[in-house]
């Protein structure tokens, strides 16, 4: 199991991290994304006030392609400081934060996910330069599917296993616009099950 970082305490709390791989690589299995997701949820699910008050604990990983090494940012459900300073992200994650308000700019009852604590981790980063363009996230191979980033999640809902399972990206509840369409707006393929199955017949 992998530690993350702490920000706050408490129903505030919200963990992060940044993991950069020591293997030149431009792509990443969907399983091995899930498998990073799922040893740091292990860690941060037994940590106190980890779950949200819906009983959710959530770890969602975003790939960024390098040939220096790929890198994955980590992230929970944004809480606390985290939420508010996410919430004020207009200019330190401005294509991030264009998607997320559907373009209105306007953070009014924004509801975040841990999908948009892994974009804005990655946003805000140094490894940001040269990617952010045109309020996308391009990667130098843009073209090639396998060359844009890649997020998952990892973790547990109210009626998810006591293990945790592969988490799908929003498509009900009260969040607008859903992590799906904030993702193709950012040009990030996210994981699907029929893309896991795939990926693992042909292997």
């Known amino acids: 199991m992998s530690s993350m970082t702490k920000h706050d305490t408490g129903a505030n709390a ?3 991290k940044t993991v950069v791989s020591k293997t030149d690589y431009r792509n990443i299995m969907w399983t091995d994304l899930l498998a990073i997701a799922a040893d740091h949820w292990q860690w941060v699910q037994a940590q106190p006030g980890a779950y949200t008050a819906q009983g959710s604990c959530l770890v969602a990983a975003l790939f960024l392609p390098s040939t220096k090494g790929g890198v994955i940012f980590l992230s929970t459900i944004p809480r606390g400081t ?4 996410m919430m004020n992200g207009a200019r330190t994650a401005p294509a991030w934060f264009r998607a997320t308000t559907g373009g ?4 009014t009852g924004l509801k975040l996910h ?4 892994a974009e804005f981790l990655f946003e805000t980063s140094a490894y940001a330069k040269g990617i952010v363009k045109n309020f996308q996230y391009v990667t130098p191979d843009r073209d090639n599917h396998h060359g844009q980033m890649r997020l998952a999640v990892w973790g547990r809902h109210r009626t998810s296993p006591a293990q945790g ?3 799908a990206l929003c498509t009900a509840g009260e969040k607008q616009p ?6 193709r707006a950012l040009n990030v393929a996210y994981c699907e099950q029929y893309k896991v199955r795939f990926e693992e017949q042909n292997r």
């Open 114 to 117: 841990a999908e948009d604590g």
């Open 82 to 85: 985290k939420h508010t300073e």
């Open 14 to 16: 919200t963990w992060t």
């Open 165 to 167: 399972e592969s988490i």
């Open 178 to 183: 859903k992590c799906p369409a904030v993702a």
């Open 104 to 107: 209105t700019g306007r953070a």
